[in-house]
């Protein structure tokens, strides 16, 4: 039996706030959000009072988790520094958390945004996947790529963190939900050789993800780090479109070896596309290199070849912008129609020529993270 609404405010009321009020009774909560026993809410306090609210939020987590008829939950700590308030609220960022110095990456100041990094434990490397605009493939670009390295002998997951979209659930056909270890952490699912981490787990595909920049923050942090992922030599964050909150929180939480922009050959996504190399440059996340994708369209039947978005733009932007260009995919129906399937041409069709073209970028990939890792 699924738990209801009221059966998840009796827990919380059962949670204390760092002064003594019943959770539900503190006035810092959203409005909860249950969905086939997911549970999903947000504590808000200020930026201030974030360090306090830490263990309320794990507490919180922790039995709703422990509630019968909970199959999943997530309890974010959003935070937001009111105007005015000291300089030392702001470099604690949305979790409140001031920065431990033995994360600091190196050449990062104590009061730098990039102070927060830290490693997540048995992760040899983290590499985004991004663009500048939505409607580009990068999902699927990500889910492919994913593979391209697994086929390299890899060990790689995925972690889908397009907030708003979460599509990665349906590109690799996951119906499960993810299970707790006894750490109370989160286990991936493990799908055709990937460890599969995404919001999308928990919240139904047609449930609006409408979301202040802060709750943004929250989540992916702790998708990031409230997750078994286990040992992994690399981690593909698919991001959500954009330069935003989602981007900066993953860069200044997690020292990023590199970030990979998809773009169409349209003048239109290559001027995006040069806002998000440009966001990755300024917080010293190295580019690993440009895809084209829906390169060229080739008809299926009488072989012509239709340049339907233009083409060579992205290769032309990489040289101008002096970044290696990894590669092309063609807009092609088998993509799209295993895509749909939950079946993804790489697995599909291993042998095929698309399957081909996403290990030759996922190798040109592996080849920029030794040079990037070598430097």
């Known amino acids: 039996m699924s738990v209801t609404q009221q059966q998840v405010l009796d827990c919380l009321a059962r949670v204390r706030s760092p002064r003594g009020v019943a959770l539900t009774e503190a006035k810092v909560?959203?409005?909860?959000t249950v969905n086939?026993?997911?549970?999903?809410l947000s504590i808000n306090v200020e930026a201030g009072e974030a360090r306090a609210w830490e263990s309320v939020r794990a507490q919180a987590e922790g039995a709703l988790r422990a509630l019968p008829?909970?199959?999943a939950a997530m309890?974010?700590?959003t935070a937001e520094r009111r105007?005015?308030?000291?300089?030392?609220a702001r470099s604690r960022g949305a979790t409140g958390v001031a920065p431990a110095a033995a994360h600091r990456p190196p050449h990062s100041p104590a009061g730098s945004p990039m102070a927060r990094q830290a490693e997540i434990p048995g992760i040899a490397a983290v590499i985004a996947v991004a663009s500048g605009k939505g409607g580009v493939g990068k999902s699927t670009t990500a889910l492919n790529l994913a593979l391209g390295l697994r086929d390299l002998g890899l060990k790689v997951g995925l972690l889908d963190a397009d907030?708003?979209?979460?599509?990665v659930?349906?590109?690799a056909g996951i119906n499960q939900k993810p299970e707790l270890d006894d750490a109370r952490k989160m286990i991936p699912v493990d799908r055709f050789g990937l460890k599969v981490m995404s919001i999308g787990f928990l919240v139904e595909e047609d449930t609006a993800m409408i979301w202040r920049g802060p709750m943004v923050m929250s989540a992916i942090t702790q998708m990031l780090r409230d997750v078994a992922w286990g040992t992994l030599?690399?981690?593909?964050?698919?991001?959500p479109p954009g330069t935003g909150d989602a981007q900066l929180t993953l860069a200044q939480n997690v020292p990023l070896k590199g970030a990979i922009i998809i773009s169409t050959p349209q003048d239109l996504s290559l001027i995006d596309a040069r806002r998000g190399l440009a966001m990755f440059t300024k917080v010293n996340v190295p580019v690993l290199g440009i895809i084209e994708n829906m390169s060229y369209f080739q008809c299926p039947h009488c072989g012509t070849r239709s340049d339907i978005f233009g083409h060579g733009g992205a290769r032309h932007e990489a040289r101008r912008l002096g970044v290696p260009f990894l590669g092309e995919i063609p807009l092609h129906m088998a993509i799209r129609e295993t895509s749909d399937a939950g079946n993804p041409v790489v697995v599909s069709a291993p042998d095929g020529p698309h399957a081909a073209a996403y290990r030759a970028i996922a190798a040109a990939v592996r080849d920029r993270l030794a040079g990037v890792t070598a430097t």
């Open 69 to 71: 008829g909970v199959s």
């Open 233 to 239: 030599d690399l981690l593909v964050v698919d991001m």
């Open 29 to 32: 909560l959203s409005p909860v």
């Open 169 to 171: 659930p349906r590109l």
């Open 36 to 40: 086939d026993g997911k549970v999903f």
């Open 83 to 88: 105007p005015g308030a000291p300089a030392d």
């Open 163 to 167: 907030i708003y979209g979460p599509s």
């Open 75 to 77: 309890v974010a700590l």
